[in-house]
T-cell receptor, first 114, second 109 residues
């Protein structure tokens, strides 16, 4: 059974560009959350989607947006990239919106902004 | 005040010792709590889940929760070098799960 899959695994972008990161949850999981992890820090919550609706949002600027598709996969979009957006972006899926049974993480997308 | 605070590492213990990892949180509405382990260069993996006051044991791991004090801890008995990792505390609310900065644990052979 496939786990949470993220693509691409690595990405290099230039300041000011736009980036789209993709995530496919575990089969049967309807909730997807996105996190940003800077080296040496814990993951910072960006968004949670459940049944295609945004259910939670962290303290990130409007340059960050996301959506969830009917098949429960998700995209994270970041516009006008800054050097400070360089980080590991993690996607996590859970069985139900409350995440009571925990979140399963993908391997992440390493984004480097130059 | 940060939402989730963990004791700063790195924490170093000898093999076979008990490692104690602590976490305090600010949101009294937090319903359940997770401990994740993250090896260097890897994504976090769930190791413990607790939602009731008291202790929960799973093998060498014991999670302790005190909602009145807004405190949750993780004890690792008989620590092994393979336990060397960063441990992340994550209180869970209705629509999000927020992590602390993590405590880096090193178990020395």
């Amino acid at each position: 059974d496939a786990g949470v899959t993220q693509s691409p695994t690595h990405l290099i972008k230039t300041r000011g560009q736009h980036v789209t990161l993709r995530c496919s949850p575990i089969s049967g999981h309807k909730s997807v959350s996105w996190y940003q992890q800077v080296l040496g820090q814990g993951p910072q919550f960006i968004f949670q989607y459940y049944e295609k609706e945004e259910r939670g949002r962290g303290n990130f600027p409007d340059r960050f947006s996301a959506r969830q598709f009917p098949n429960y996969s998700s995209e994270l979009n970041v516009n006008a990239l800054l050097l400070g957006d360089s980080a590991l972006y993690l996607c996590a899926s859970s069985l139900i919106g409350t995440g009571v049974y925990g979140y399963t993480f993908g391997s992440g997308t390493r984004l480097t902004v130059v | 005040q940060k939402e989730v605070e963990q004791n700063s590492g790195p924490l170093s213990v000898p093999e076979g010792a008990i490692a104690s990892l602590n976490c305090t949180y600010s949101d009294r509405g937090s319903q359940s709590f997770f401990w994740y382990r993250q090896y260097s260069g890897k994504s976090p993996e769930l190791i413990m889940f607790i939602y009731s006051n008291g202790d929960k044991e799973d093998g060498r791991f014991t999670a302790q929760l005190n909602k009145a004090s807004q405190y949750v801890s993780l004890l690792i008995r008989d620590s092994q070098p393979s336990d060397s990792a960063t441990y992340l505390c994550a209180p869970h609310n209705l629509n999000d799960m927020r992590f602390g900065a993590g405590t880096r644990l090193t178990v020395k052979p």
